[in-house]
């Protein structure tokens, strides 16, 4: 018994990194996913776009997103520490995290999937298995009919 | 922190409070007020009884008085108690027409008082006092306690506390206290056992929610008896204009509570006031508003229902439905909304069982819309979800801070809105409805609209739940049972009406208006045109009469004789019996037409039967009546002659005319049915109006009900009131009996002593049998006589004197002498007291005389016998004297006195007997003497100083004079003087002596020089500046004989300051730990800077005069007198510390001591010196291997940073390199395009080399704890997921089953892979690649190989490989980095394995991996 509602399908990319930028951007046109990609480049810019705070309230202009690729190193706030803001607030507990990082470190790994990371995606070392990966995304995350989703 | 706990017992309550004070801790800080009811006109007896049961201070309490700790507060009668600000406040007891609710009363400002920390006890007691201030109590986070009722004597009241779910702990009285303590002190952990104590409890009971309106707040208030009062309708009224809601039709009993509530808290005393209040304040409107509204709720309340609901009930709605629309559910009254989210949860478990897609829709309705806000929210605290099974929890609820949360999932199917029952129009369509525990509140007139509402808003077939003991009432047509017990009812198919205007009792003001003006009288004017008017009536007007709806007959108009009868049997005017026959019929016809149709009926032409007349009869409906009445007019018709009946065509027109007038009877017949079936109807009708009205009456006996079960709680708690009182009562009495028997013990003691009571002018008033005995006069020939004559009284001074002074004082006291009757003289010890009257006149004189005769003659004796003592004493020669048990002169023989030179023995030292003897003698002195004062004769030769003359040798006896006791009284000293005798036997001793101490200093040398050697030894290599210095002191203390030693030193600490610690010896109070030394013995220490040792002889005479005569080093320990301090110095002439030793008597040591000392105090100083450097060294050790683990850390930091930081920038290379290919390839030229694939390749290699720098340096970090490994299974897996390796020219072999070993797993894995990769790699490209894994085993490990055909390493480079980016073949040759072979050695290593390797140049290589066993 599912019920469809409207839901507002934007993507949010936390990077602070203009090349990653640039490869995610292409990645993301070449996998054919078409969808409003907004960008946050520091960690702390990313925890205003989600609660809405400094020029971040109109949601018109800047949309609540269905899914958000979140480096881990990034200037000022880490990535963990915009997941572990994410996931104590209540009202964005819900929200799909994809952690998207250079770092297959253990201990990221670990903590990260603690906190509630939704997956963990290790960036590939070249633009066209970042086309792959973001293939992938798109059949797991967007495209997926078995997916149930909050 | 003061703790205040609220007690409240009734019944029984004394016992239980006894046992509870008993076991009351006395220095708990815990303030205990008891509020117990009392008999108001009674002094009470609490106070006096319970202070016998506790050494806690018992008190009543006075307005104004602090709680104090650890103190008892007991309530008096006949008042109310509150607190604020920790003080007790007394007022007036209001005068309660119900039982007394004093316990909750102070319980309620105690929880707002005291909040969390207030503490409310329920012990014994009838009633139910004291349940609302548990529930303030445990709402503002307080502690609850009550009596186990089985241990209770009066158990309801804390059974009904129990039953509020509020109580933390059910305990035994005497167990209470324990808990609470135990509670204060550990507030967080105790809580929690009390919340779970708690939810148990109530789950083992069953309960479901609570009581609605458990609180008979009936403080007084006098409320009227029934709606139709005034200020309760302009309430209603109030309450409608504000917030809409009309609650006329609301259970009045309920409303009454209610408001009785609210004025209690608003403290006006009747509902006129009120009626003020609530127009000058709206909130209070408001807040009666909330009160009236019950918004009691519980999750899953009736679990039964929600089973049936899920079994029976939904898979019936499901089955039925055509999956195109939502199962719709309305809760009607959802409260805080637990009921919605109940039936959401029970519908999606549903759900999940039978796979049905069918989603819900449920709408939750409430007329308060405050609390829809909360159910909106779904919050809710873990007390409100106790009935919510953890599995429900887990699945439905998302925690949210210390409460939880409906999920979201469930929050979206319920929508709440807010929704009155009675006035607002109903949702549609519904497959379910849920109505529990509303209709309860409402009248019966109103549960009547609802029903039908319920039935119009279902869907065919749907299903009505109502709460346990609601029903569907009269409406069976529309509902039929489906479950009794869980109240599940179906609809019925009928047919289905909504009426929107609801009724109200409020807008008929004019409905009232008219009863008002009812009993006005209708036929009261008699003027003289009704007159005529009657008249005229009389006489032109056909015959009719006046009838109402049911026939009976109101008034008869004209002649009506010829139509109506009087009929057999009981008296009646009912039209139908009276009417003649023939009429009947046809008047129950027409009076239903008219009835019907509203309008006159007429027919003509009837017989009347045995008149042989015909009569027209009109029915005629009279309107703008209340009730409704009928007008029947008899019209009389002259009959035709019957017609002349000719033969001829007789049969054919008879038989038409027969025809016709039986077609005419027939139609007749047939609309007498109707009117027949139509009066059955309504006789239906009219047995469901008086169904209805028993139901109402029914409810009514309930009301009733309930107010005499209030009454019976009153008698309840008047009668434990009584109950109360009657151990008082019986307390008083015991008291009573016991004083009474002590009065008779008084009497008897009194009779043995001779009483008597005399006139003011001497004659004898009263003559006890003791005076009897005394004097030998009897009672008769006493009374009356002249006491002093009769006794022959001779006063040792004149008997005015006396007489003055008894009549001043009231009393007199003195010795006189009296004769008994046989004449013997009587000693007697008189005393005599004024007796005065209510006047203040002398009325008697009491005299109680003892005989005191014995005393005298014993005295007169004494004195004679000690007057023989001392004669015989002073004609000794020696030196005889008489101590006190002190020790101090008290008597010394004339002889004594020339003999030791003194004139007034007190003057001579201070008069303390051992202050005579010199020296040590003064010790045996002093011996001797305690000896005697223990009851022991003594005797000693002692030195005793004359006082003017030179000492002399004295031999001394001492012995105690034994008292009448048995106990030495005190001392008699005899000393007689042997100087002569002692000089000679002193020479002859001291050559003896002497040689005697040579030998002994000898031997003792030897064993000092041994105890020497052995400390020496032992502090050697002591490092521990603690235990060598307790050695040092130890040894000094022995070899020198002290009683006291200390080694004071100092310990460097870490931050540069020196902390001054002591060892000492024992000295006699057993071993003492080193401490840290106290400020003030600076000053003994001080002598110790200098570099050579001091000693001190006598401290008492030299030095320190602020220490007194001797010195305490530290608390507790010996007094020193005298002294040795040597300094601990060390090689660079610090001072270290000093060594003490000390003695409790003067002049104990000497130089050898000194010397002994000083060799100790060097041998610790060289020992400090070696355990100071020792630990300067370890220090400088810690301190390197800190910064070398702070680099680690760093160079670890560093590389995880690097490796990271490098792959960003590598990333984007091959990035955009691919890019340019991708997106500008075709405008490249090969060359171009080539140095691009290059980049790429380049920029793959370093990310690999990164990777490989990564591992290697985790590899590197800390170590492992290895495991018990499967190989096999772990090689196996590596083969099978490593890509390379199922190539299809790769061949590679297991042999055998690889061995357990102990490794760490994924270390393993990283060493094998890395191997094989190896061996896969480094093959010339015309060789397939072949590898060979298999085991052997050594002593105590595995050694594990991989053999592969490769191009092999020579022996030369056979080490350097192992190394980081070390690699043999030529660059480009082969693919590596070079460290993959570094981190398999680095990995085993922290394995505590090896790697190694045989093999030859372009032989293939063997690397072999060595684990231990397990």
Redo the contacts between chains.
């Keep these: 018994m599912t019920i469809i509602r409207p839901r507002p399908r934007t993507l949010l990319l936390v990077e602070d990194n203009e090349d990653d930028l640039f490869f995610m951007r292409r990645a993301i046109a070449a996998a054919g996913v078409d969808l409003p990609l907004h960008v946050a480049e520091t960690g702390q810019v990313a925890i205003d776009y989600l609660s809405g705070v400094n020029g971040y309230a109109d949601r018109d202009k800047h949309p609540m997103p269905f899914l958000v690729f979140l480096d881990l190193k990034l200037p000022q706030k880490s990535g963990l520490e915009v997941l572990a803001y994410v996931r104590s607030r209540p009202e964005l507990r819900a929200l799909l995290v994809l952690i998207l990082t250079s770092s297959r470190e253990e201990s990221d790994v670990q903590k990260a999937y603690t906190l509630g990371a939704n997956s963990f995606l290790v960036k590939p070392p070249n633009g066209s298995q970042l086309n792959e990966l973001m293939k992938l995304v798109r059949a797991y995350w967007l495209d997926n009919p078995q997916l149930a989703l909050p | 922190m003061l703790r205040v706990v609220g007690v409240g017992a009734s019944a029984g309550g004394l016992e239980a409070f006894t046992e509870f004070l008993r076991a009351a801790p006395t220095d708990s800080n815990v303030a205990y007020i008891l509020v117990q009811h009392l008999d108001p006109t009674h002094r009470s007896l609490l106070v006096e009884l319970l202070a016998k049961s506790t050494s806690l201070p018992v008190r009543e309490v006075t307005d104004q008085m602090p709680a104090t700790p650890n103190e008892v507060h007991v309530i008096p009668p006949n008042c109310d108690l509150t607190i604020m600000d920790g003080v007790l406040h007394l007022s007036p007891r209001e005068k309660s027409s119900g039982g007394s609710r004093t316990i909750d009363h102070f319980l309620r400002t105690l929880a707002a008082d005291q909040g969390d920390k207030a503490v409310a006890v329920i012990l014994s007691g009838a009633g139910s006092d004291g349940s609302e201030g548990i529930k303030a109590v445990k709402a503002a986070g307080g502690l609850t306690l009550a009596q186990f009722e089985n241990d209770a004597r009066y158990d309801s009241m804390p059974r009904s506390a129990i039953a509020t779910g509020c109580v933390d702990f059910v305990l035994p009285a005497e167990k209470m206290p324990a808990e609470i303590v135990r509670t204060l002190r550990r507030p967080s952990g105790a809580k929690k056992r009390a919340a779970t104590n708690a939810r148990k409890r109530t789950g083992a009971l069953g309960k479901e929610g609570s009581r609605p309106f458990g609180d008979d707040g009936t403080d007084g208030v006098d409320l009227p008896p029934g709606p139709a009062d005034q200020n309760l309708r302009k309430i209603f009224f109030l309450l409608r204009g504000r917030t809409g809601v009309d609650f006329s039709l609301y259970r009045i009993n309920t409303i009454r509570r209610r408001l009785e509530r609210r004025l209690g808290l608003a403290k006006v005393s009747d509902l006129s006031e009120y009626l003020q209040l609530l127009r000058r304040h709206p909130a209070e409107i408001d807040a009666l508003y909330q009160d009236l509204l019950i918004n009691v709720s519980s999750f899953f309340r009736n679990p039964g229902v929600f089973e049936a609901l899920k079994k029976r009930v939904f898979p019936k709605i499901v089955e039925q439905h055509d999956g195109s629309d939502a199962v719709r559910i309305w809760i009607a009254g959802c409260a805080m909304g637990q009921e919605a989210y109940s039936m959401a949860i029970a519908y999606s478990e549903f759900?999940s069982q039978s796979g049905?897609?069918?989603?819900?829709q449920i709408f939750a309705t409430d007329v308060n819309s405050n609390t829809l806000e909360w159910a909106r929210a779904g919050r809710y605290t873990p007390a409100q979800l106790e009935n919510v099974s953890p599995a429900r929890l887990a699945r439905h609820f998302?925690r949210?801070g210390e409460n939880y949360?409906v999920q979201?999932v469930l929050r979206?199917r319920v929508v709440f809105a807010p929704q009155n029952l009675l006035s607002h129009p109903p949702f549609t369509r519904l497959d379910l409805i849920s109505c529990r525990n509303v209709l309860i509140y409402v009248e019966s007139a109103l549960q009547q609209k609802i029903i039908p509402t319920f039935h119009y808003a279902l869907r065919p077939a749907g299903y009505l739940v109502l709460g346990s003991s609601e029903s569907v009432g009269q409406f069976t047509n529309l509902f039929e049972s489906r479950e009794k017990s869980n109240k599940i009812f179906l609809k019925k198919p009928a047919a289905s009406w909504l009426r929107l205007a609801r009724p109200s009792a409020l807008p008929v003001r004019t409905a009232l208006d008219l009863a008002g003006k009812e009993p006005e009288t209708e036929f009261n004017a008699h003027d003289a045109q009704k007159e005529a008017d009657r008249l005229t009536l009389a006489k032109y007007v056909p015959a009719s009469v006046l009838v109402d709806e049911t026939g009976n007959i109101l008034q008869f108009r004209g002649d009506t004789r010829a139509y109506l009868d009087l009929p057999k049997g009981r008296a009646t005017f009912q039209l139908m019996k009276m009417a003649r026959s023939g009429l009947d019929l046809p008047l129950t016809r027409l009076i239903q037409q008219a009835k019907r149709r509203n309008r006159a009926v007429r027919e003509r032409g009837l017989i009347v039967e045995g008149r042989g007349n015909a009569v027209d009869l009109e029915v005629v409906p009279l309107r703008n009546l209340k009730r409704r009445c009928f007008l029947v007019f008899f019209y009389k018709v002259d009959l035709p002659p019957p017609p002349a009946e000719g033969r001829k065509g007789r049969s054919t027109r008879h038989s038409a005319d027969r025809v016709a007038e039986l077609r005419a009877e027939y139609a007749r017949a047939r609309e007498h049915l109707a009117t027949l079936q139509e009066a059955h109807d309504t006789s239906v009708e009219e047995l469901q109006s008086s169904n209805e009205e028993v139901q109402s009456s029914n409810e009514e006996l309930q009301s009733l009900n309930e107010e005499l079960e209030t009454s019976n709680e009153e008698l309840e708690s008047s009668n434990e009131e009584l109950t109360t009182l009657n151990e008082e009562l019986g307390t008083r009495n015991n008291e009573l009996r016991e004083s009474e028997r002590r009065l008779r013990e008084q009497h008897q003691l009194l009779e043995l002593a001779p009483v008597l009571v005399r006139s003011p002018k001497d004659r004898i008033l009263y003559w006890n049998r003791g005076a009897e005995k005394l004097y030998g006069f009897t009672k008769d020939e006493a009374l009356g006589q002249i006491c002093h004559i009769l006794l022959g009284t001779h006063f040792s001074e004149p008997l005015e004197a006396i007489l003055a002074r008894l009549w001043r004082d009231g009393k007199w006291e003195g010795e006189v002498q009296q004769r008994r009757k046989d004449g013997t003289a009587l000693a007697i010890a008189a005393q005599w007291v004024v007796h005065y009257d209510d006047q203040g006149k002398a009325r008697a004189v009491l005299e109680a005389n003892a005989d005191i005769s014995g005393r005298k003659r014993a005295e007169d004796a004494l004195r004679a016998s000690e007057s023989f003592n001392r004669s015989i004493l002073d004609s000794s020669p020696d030196c005889v004297c008489v101590l006190d048990l002190e020790g101090r002169l008290q008597f010394m023989t004339p002889e004594a006195l020339r003999l030791m030179e003194i004139e007034d023995f007190r003057s001579v030292a201070g008069g303390f007997w051992p202050n005579f003897w010199e020296g040590e003698h003064r010790a045996a002195a002093e011996t001797a003497y305690r000896a005697a004062l223990q009851g022991r004769p003594a005797r000693f030769q002692a030195l005793g100083r004359r006082v003017r003359g030179t000492a002399r040798w004295w031999d001394v006896a001492i012995r105690p004079v034994v008292g009448a006791q048995g106990r030495p009284e005190r001392m008699l000293a005899v000393a007689r003087d042997i100087s002569d005798a002692k000089q000679a036997e002193l020479s002859a001793a001291d050559a003896l002596q002497e040689r005697g101490r040579l030998y002994e200093e000898a031997m003792a040398a030897r064993a000092e020089v041994e105890v020497l050697n052995q400390v020496g030894q032992s502090i050697a290599a002591e490092l521990s500046a603690d235990r060598l210095t307790a050695t040092v002191a130890r040894a000094a203390t022995r070899l020198s004989r002290a009683e006291f030693g200390a080694f004071f030193y100092n310990v460097p600490v870490a931050d540069g300051r020196v902390l001054s610690r002591v060892s000492m010896a024992s000295d006699g109070n057993g071993p003492v730990p080193p401490v840290a030394l106290p400020d003030e013995i600076e000053a003994v220490t001080r002598p110790a800077h200098s570099s050579s040792p001091a000693r001190f002889d006598d401290l008492g005479s030299e030095l320190l005069s602020d220490y007194g005569s001797h010195l305490r080093l530290l608390a507790n320990h010996l007094a020193v007198r005298s002294c040795l301090v040597a300094p601990v110095i060390s090689r660079s002439g610090d001072v270290l510390g000093a060594l003490f030793i000390g003695h409790g008597k003067p002049g104990m040591f000497t130089e050898r001591d000194e010397r002994m000392v000083a060799g100790l105090a060097a041998q610790a100083s060289v020992a400090m010196d070696n355990a100071h450097v020792f630990d300067q060294l370890e220090r400088k050790v810690e301190e390197r291997t800190e910064r070398l683990r702070e680099t680690i850390a760093e160079l670890q930091a560093f590389s995880?940073t690097i490796s990271?930081?490098l792959?960003?920038?590598?990333?984007?290379m091959?990035?955009?390199?691919?890019?340019l290919k991708?997106d500008h390839g075709a405008e490249l030229t090969d060359g171009a395009r080539r140095y691009l694939t290059r980049i790429?390749v380049a920029?793959?290699r370093l990310?690999r080399l990164i990777?490989d720098v990564l591992t290697y340096s985790?590899v590197s970090q800390g170590s492992v704890a290895p495991k018990e490994v499967d190989l096999d299974r772990l090689v196996r897996e590596i083969v099978d997921q490593y890509p390379n390796l199922r190539a299809a020219e790769a061949a590679v072999t297991i042999e055998g089953h690889l061995p357990n070993v102990l490794a760490d797993e994924a270390s393993a894995t990283q060493c094998f892979s890395n191997l094989l990769g190896n061996a896969l790699k480094f093959v010339p490209k015309d060789r397939a690649p072949r590898v060979r894994i298999f085991a052997q085993a050594r002593e105590k490990s595995w050694k594990v190989w991989i053999e592969d055909n490769g191009i092999g390493i020579s022996p030369d480079d056979q080490e350097r490989i192992f190394k980081m980016f070390e690699r043999v073949a030529a660059d480009g040759e082969y693919d590596g980095t070079g460290i993959g072979l570094a981190i398999v050695r680095k990995a085993m290593e922290r394995m505590g394995g090896t790697v190694g390797l045989e093999s030859d140049l372009g032989q293939g290589s063997r690397f072999w991996l060595e684990f231990s066993a397990p």
């Design positions: 759900a049905t897609e069918v989603p819900l998302t949210d949360r979201k979206d995880y990271h930081d792959r960003a920038p590598l990333r984007a091959q990035s955009y390199a691919q890019a991708e790429e920029g793959l990310d990777q985790r």
